[in-house]
């Protein structure tokens, strides 16, 4: 059965400081993943995904995540957060063969301070 | 860009109602979803449906829960009679029948009850 796991329940940076967000995951099957943001009472929007082919993956809001085979990890980072950048946000993965279910890890509140 | 909706925004109701909750799916999307996240705690699957029937469902998913495509672009999910326990945040997704395709969500609705 797949899971996904997110290392750090919170994590506060400064504004304009590099961050990284950790995401593992196990699977016995083809690894689809990806990472969701949720803004404070709104929903969960999609920042980028992996489905295959280069494992550094571009998303929206300057975000990016590297697909790691060996390490099982998904982290997704940015190198200069903004204050705007703050929300919950959620690793999660599977969804893509037919109507498969999405399994999310726990989130990472990210808080931007000033 | 389209959206899935849902609505109300927010559902108050009495312990041992029924409560419906409404989807608008994106118009071209054949795969739906609902998930649910209570407070505080990770967004975990509810239900999948394709072709007017369930394809996967939870343990949370018990007799108490059903879905319904009513018409040609509502989704529901249905809550016979309601417990404390399913206070939570309800999020619908929808997907493309086309491979490769992430699912999207709705804004979510709160449901409290009391």
């Known amino acids: 059965a797949q899971s996904v796991t997110q290392l750090d329940s919170q994590v506060p940076v400064f504004e304009e400081a590099p961050v990284e967000l950790r995401c593992n995951y196990s699977s016995s099957v083809s690894v689809y993943l990806f990472w969701y943001v949720q803004y404070p009472n709104q929903g969960l929007q999609l920042l980028l995904k992996y489905l295959s082919g280069s494992t550094l993956v571009k998303g929206i809001n300057g975000f990016e995540a590297e697909f790691n085979k060996s390490q099982t990890s998904f982290h997704l980072r940015k190198p200069s957060v903004h204050i705007s950048d703050t929300a919950e946000y959620f690793c999660a993965g599977g969804g893509i063969q037919g109507a498969q279910k999405l399994v999310f890890g726990q989130g990472t509140r990210l808080t931007i301070n000033p | 860009e389209p959206e899935v909706t849902q609505t109300p925004s927010h559902q108050v109701t009495q312990m041992g109602q029924e409560v419906i909750l409404r989807c608008v799916p994106i118009s071209n999307h054949l795969y739906f979803y609902w998930y649910r996240q209570i407070l505080g705690q990770k967004v975990e699957f509810l239900v999948s449906?394709?072709?007017?029937?369930?394809?996967?469902k939870s343990e949370i998913f018990d007799d108490q829960f059903s879905v319904e495509r009513p018409d040609g672009s509502n989704f529901t999910l249905k809550i016979r009679s309601t417990k404390l326990e399913d206070s939570a945040m309800y999020f619908c997704?929808?997907?493309?029948?086309?491979?490769?395709?992430?699912?999207?969500f709705g804004d979510g609705t709160r449901l409290s009850i009391l």
């Open positions: 997704a929808s997907s493309e029948v086309r491979g490769n395709q992430p699912q999207h």
């Open positions: 449906f394709y072709n007017n029937e369930i394809s996967e």
